[in-house]
Each structure stands twice: as structure tokens, then as C-alpha cells.
């Protein structure tokens, strides 16, 4: 993930897509839990704005993660208790974590993030999509579960969270990881090898106009969910 971070179109495509999902919720100088931050790919860059807090139970990944930005606030720890106080920060992203094999039970994860969220505040979750979909990538990232855009959204909703929306995104990865999927027949590879050439080059170009579609509409299905949640003032 370190290697890839820079590399690879879907995380600077991401960051994107999360910035304009999450940011107009945001005031500056937020306080932001970056929950399974990883090594801070997909949620690092809110440090330029907000005051961030990454949490992952990973120590090589903290470790990657302050190598990068020195001035990162860490903690180790997980997503389904938190090591936090009640009503302690303005927001929480979470990328793709709920998925993992790690977690028992995304409902109780999202039930703990809900709690260290000040009323008012947000929460923002983007995890894989497509829930009959089984592929190489899946296997190699210890995937245990996709979801639909409905059910991602019943997760929030039954924790006493408003969604603010919840749509598919990169919806135009859907034939090619179905045809992928089809091809590999239990083989375990990995969507992150390599920089994607001329093919990520245009990937990146279909994010974009995806995204704008997103500032306009949300999305029935998609290879990834993203929802944004309120907890109510």
C-alpha cells in the first residue's frame, strides 16, 4: 500500500472522490479520527486542513504512516473499540476496513465510531461494493465481506445516523472486475501490482467524469460504497 500510494491511479482518484464527499461537511481545523488509517493513503491528505487522529492496529503500517507525515498524530488500536473518549471528534473516515476478515461485526464497528462522533458530526465510509462479486484481489486483501449501497446504508441508519447520501462509485470497474473474476478462477493477484500504464492512465480519466456525475447524483451500484452519515445534533 505504501509503494502504491503515489503510484497508482486509485489512490490519488480516491482522495479525490473523498475530498469532495467529506469536505463541505468539514470546518477547518476539524477534528478528524482517520479510523484503520493504514499507512494514511486514502486519508492523509486531511491533515493539510484538520486536526487528525489515525487509529490502525497495525504498527508497520503507523510506522509508514509517520515516515510520510512526521507530524501525524497515531494510535494503535481498532476500529471496534476505539480508544477514545464519547463525543470527541467532528468526523471519522473509514476506507475500506469494514470489509476485512479482522472484523467481526461492521455493525458494532460503526456502532463505536457513531459514539466518538460529537453530535453534528460526520461520518464518511467507503468500502468495496457488489456483495456476490469474489475475485483475486479479494483473497490477497483477506476480504470477508462486500456490500450493497442499501446495506451500507442500513448499517449507518440502525446506529441513529442520518445518511446524507450513499451511492456506488467506480462503477465503470464493474464489467472488467466481473470478466476478471471469471478469468482468474481462484487465482489470488492483486489490483495493486504495477502502475496501471496507459490503462491507469485512462482509469484515472473515467474517475474524473464519474466524479462528476457523483456532484450531481448518486449511484446505484459501483465497485466501491460510499456513504456519508450525520449524527444527529
Not at 53 to 82: C, K
Not at 126 to 155: K, M, N, Q, W, Y
Not at 193 to 199: K, M
Not at 210 to 231: F, H
Amino acid at each position: 500500500m505504501a509503494e502504491a500510494e503515489e503510484r497508482h491511479w486509485w489512490y490519488p482518484a480516491t482522495r479525490a472522490l473523498l475530498r469532495e464527499a467529506l469536505a463541505p461537511h468539514l470546518p477547518a481545523g476539524a477534528r478528524v479520527l482517520d479510523a484503520g488509517c493504514g499507512t494514511g493513503a486514502a486519508g492523509g491528505w486531511l491533515g493539510d486542513r484538520h486536526r487528525v487522529v489515525g487509529l490502525d492496529p497495525e504498527p508497520l503500517a503507523l510506522g509508514l504512516y509517520r515516515e510520510r507525515r512526521p507530524a501525524a498524530r497515531l494510535v494503535r488500536g481498532g476500529i471496534e473499540s476505539p480508544p477514545f473518549a464519547s463525543e470527541c471528534f467532528e468526523a471519522a473516515l473509514v476506507v475500506t476496513v469494514l470489509y476485512h476478515e479482522a472484523v467481526a461485526d461492521p455493525r458494532a464497528a460503526v456502532a463505536s465510531l457513531a459514539r466518538v462522533l460529537r453530535p453534528g458530526g460526520v461520518l464518511c465510509l467507503l468500502e468495496p461494493g457488489l456483495p456476490s462479486l469474489r475475485r483475486g484481489h479479494d483473497r490477497v486483501t483477506r476480504t470477508a465481506r462486500r456490500f450493497s449501497v442499501r446495506g451500507l446504508r442500513e448499517i449507518v441508519a440502525s446506529n441513529g445516523l442520518d445518511p446524507l447520501r450513499a451511492t456506488g462509485a467506480y462503477t465503470f470497474l464493474v464489467p472488467p472486475a466481473v470478466a476478471k473474476a471469471f478469468l482468474e478462477r481462484g487465482r489470488s493477484t492483486s489490483d495493486l501490482e504495477g502502475d496501471g500504464g496507459a490503462a491507469g492512465r485512462l482509469l484515472a480519466r473515467l474517475a474524473a467524469i464519474e466524479r462528476r456525475v457523483l456532484a450531481r447524483r448518486d449511484l446505484p451500484t459501483g465497485l466501491s460504497v460510499l456513504v456519508v452519515a450525520r449524527k444527529p445534533a
